[in-house]
């Protein structure tokens, strides 16, 4: 028989995301409304290693929702890496009797979670937290809403600019891994190219549609790329256009940590609300070691063990929408 869980703690862990203080908002509240012990865990795993862990009422989340960041603070931890770390990360959970953890983060985080999970006797729940959006299991990621929207803001800025001047742009958004910024802000914007590292990036035909779109004296263009293109940066790029294009007025643009900082969109606040709810649920209902996410508006429950292999793909569609979109 599963024991019941009482006491819970909650973390974030990994790149921060704006929407994390809305989800432990969310996990503190409705934890105490079925009266259990709910403590916060500072700086991710490094902090359950150091013991930086405090009880948590209704208030120590209270004018929290609407804020960016973490209050609970956010860190990477070598430690937590190897078992010795891990064992005395658990040790400080169990002296104080919890029995049910909840990391939000990214998959890195989850991976830690799962290992966990499977070496002690403490049920671990992941939310996905991360302005990347490279988690499969769900169609949101707590962040990703709030950093496009300021991907957006930026670059319609510079668009007003691009055009006074009739430039061409190359914007680096942030996504090592993941073109969902690039993507769906670049979409947002009418960008002319999205270069993501989901696709190879074939740079001649970037390259002879802009000389075709000079020839048309089209010369106001924006061209979105994310971080971790294959073809490089945006400096990169912008040094090959020159050289080839030497007619284009060409500028860059690294929007870089903006993207995650910020008071979290609606959307964010609802999503992490949502899931930092659904996540003690399922801690006080037996569904353990899951990653909780949404799919087609309904709550989505992922094993961690596949939380952490499976990525999203993007769809062939969304690349034609950009092209066709762009002429
Ligand atoms: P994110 O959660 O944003 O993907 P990271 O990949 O940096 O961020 O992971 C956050 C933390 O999760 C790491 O610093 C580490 O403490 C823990 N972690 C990641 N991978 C593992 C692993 N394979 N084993 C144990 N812990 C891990």
Known sequence: ME???????????????PGMNACIRAVVR?????????????????????????????????????RGGTILKTARCKEFMNAEGRKKAYENLK?????????????????????????F????????????????????????????????????????TADAHDRLFIIEVMGRDAGYIALHSGIGTGAEHILIPEKKTDVEAVLSSLQEKERRKKLVNIVVLAEG???????????????????????VAILGHIQRGGAPSSMDRLIASRMGYSAVECLLDGRFNVMVGIMNNKMHYTPLDNAVKAKQKISDEWMKIVKILAS
Request: net charge negative; hydrophobic share 35%.
């Open 95 to 119: 002296k104080r009797g919890i029995n049910g953890l909840i990391i939000i983060g990214g998959d890195g985080s989850f991976k830690g979670a799962q290992i966990f999970s499977h070496e």
């Open 3 to 17: 024991k019941k869980v009482t006491k819970i703690g909650v973390m974030t862990s990994g790149g921060d995301s």
């Open 229 to 251: 293109d294959d073809f490089g940066g945006a400096n990169h790029l912008a040094t090959v256009v020159k050289e080839r294009i030497p007619g284009f007025d060409v500028r």
């Open 121 to 160: 006797d403490i049920p671990c729940i992941g939310i996905p937290g991360t302005i990347d959006k490279d988690i499969a299991g769900t169609d949101f990621t707590i962040g990703f809403d709030t950093a496009v929207n300021t991907a957006v803001e930026a670059i319609d800025k510079i668009r007003d």
């Open 30 to 66: 409705t934890g105490l409304y079925h009266n259990l012990e709910v403590f916060g865990i500072t700086r991710g795993y490094a902090g359950m290693i150091d013991d930086d862990i405090h009880q948590m009422d209704s208030r120590s989340v209270a004018n929290i929702i609407q």
